[in-house]
């Protein structure tokens, strides 16, 4: 890890605790709309973050994305995706061990290796094209394989739909990451940068479809966010009782 805390890594743990010191008081604002989810206690925080989001993405994020996917081929698009996948394969390899997985952990490192020497730095997947398969996994995910519960739902500024738990993990991942590593601030940051639009590239496409699906759109992401991550954190195979609480609160909800 290079000296210093890490920008990229500040900014995250600045949004979180910002978040968390805005959520009591944005719970009560006069007028605002009483959540009826136990999973989201501070939606009128949440729907404000989530519509600055959308403006900063309106503005800024995906016009650069849409110029980004204008100017690069998509072959060497996909060498960007393949890049940065690859530097979360080796993190990935270690939360798989941390998990008790520690055959997929080989397996990820081993991915880590192919990709890294023979892929050119990771820009050709040749790993996947041998059948080997990335199972990506971050802090978050490794938090709840231990028993933590994901807390409230949380939109954070600029990342969007999160948990109280993953928004702790993604600090602790930015900080750990191969990028972190990196002496430069301004390469750093310049593959932060790029990381987000390569990502919002590849997402240019759904938002449409999630816009045109869904009557409440934060209603739609959120549901979709949470029910995604508990499939992540196991796998597909949560737990018998969290499947009876996650029934419970959807009752809740639903007044019955």
Request: glycine share 10%; with cysteine.
């Amino acid at each position: 890890m290079s000296r210093g805390v890490r920008p990229f890594a500040r900014l995250l743990a600045a949004s979180c605790v910002t978040g968390a010191l805005l959520l009591g008081g944005c719970a009560t604002l006069p007028g605002s709309e009483t959540s009826r989810s136990p999973k989201d206690p501070f939606e009128p925080y949440n729907r404000a973050m989530d519509r600055f989001n959308q403006a900063l993405d309106d503005a800024l994020v995906a016009p650069v994305a849409r110029g980004y996917r204008a100017v690069l081929p998509a072959g060497m698009r996909a060498w960007v995706g393949n890049f940065f996948a690859n530097l979360w394969d080796l993190p990935s390899a270690g939360h798989q061990l941390l998990q008790g997985k520690p055959e997929r952990a080989f397996m990820g490192l081993f991915r880590f290796g192919v990709n890294t020497t023979l892929g050119f730095g990771g820009i050709l997947d040749i790993a996947t094209a041998a059948g080997i398969e990335r199972h990506r996994e971050d802090f978050g995910q490794t938090l709840g394989r231990w028993g933590i519960p994901p807390g409230p739902y949380l939109v954070l500024p600029l990342f969007g739909p999160s948990s109280v738990r993953d928004g702790v993990g993604l600090v602790l991942d930015f900080r750990n990451d191969l990028v972190s590593y990196i002496d430069s601030s301004e390469t750093r940051l310049g593959l932060r940068a790029l990381w987000i639009v390569d990502v919002r590239e590849r997402l240019l496409d759904a938002t449409g479809l999630v816009e045109g699906i869904a009557l409440d759109r934060y209603l739609f992401v959120r549901d979709s966010y949470l029910q995604r991550r508990q499939s992540l954190v196991w796998d597909g195979e949560p737990p018998e009782d969290e499947d009876e609480d996650e029934d419970k609160e959807d009752d809740a909800r639903n007044g019955k």
